[in-house]
């Protein structure tokens, strides 16, 4: 019921700055909270940075201060703009949603896009 494409991937330089953009659409009642998570080859997928549709934010700590995540909420995007990159932030960054499908179920699903691939260069 819902697809997010990602966007804004590549390299960059370590101390670059990139802006990841994710765009959901489908037929759902509301989205709940969207975010970004990334995977490197070897580790597991972990949170970058979460938003609520009420705009409460959620950081791993070792971007807070570098990234910073924003969401428009009316057109069911939300943002990564990344500074100050670092080669360790090397990974395929995914778009995540908390989906509610239905207004006549409050199961949340969670969905995911094809990801985008960030480099960071030393």
């Known amino acids: 019921q819902v697809q997010l494409v990602e966007s804004g991937g590549g390299l960059v330089q370590a101390g670059g700055s990139l802006r990841l953009s994710c765009a959901a659409s489908g037929s759902f009642a509301s989205i709940n909270a969207m975010g970004w998570y990334r995977q490197a080859p070897g580790k597991q997928r972990e949170l970058v940075a979460r938003v609520t549709s009420g705009g409460r934010t959620t950081y791993v700590d070792s971007v807070k201060g570098r990234f910073t995540i924003s969401r428009d909420n009316a057109k069911y995007m939300v943002f990564l703009q990344m500074s100050s990159l670092k080669p360790e932030d090397t990974a395929v960054y995914y778009c995540?949603?908390?989906?509610?499908?239905?207004?006549?179920?409050?199961?949340?699903?969670?969905?995911w896009g094809q990801g985008t691939q960030v480099t960071v260069s030393s």
């Open positions: 995540g949603a908390e989906v509610r499908v239905f207004r006549s179920n409050s199961q949340i699903t969670n969905y």
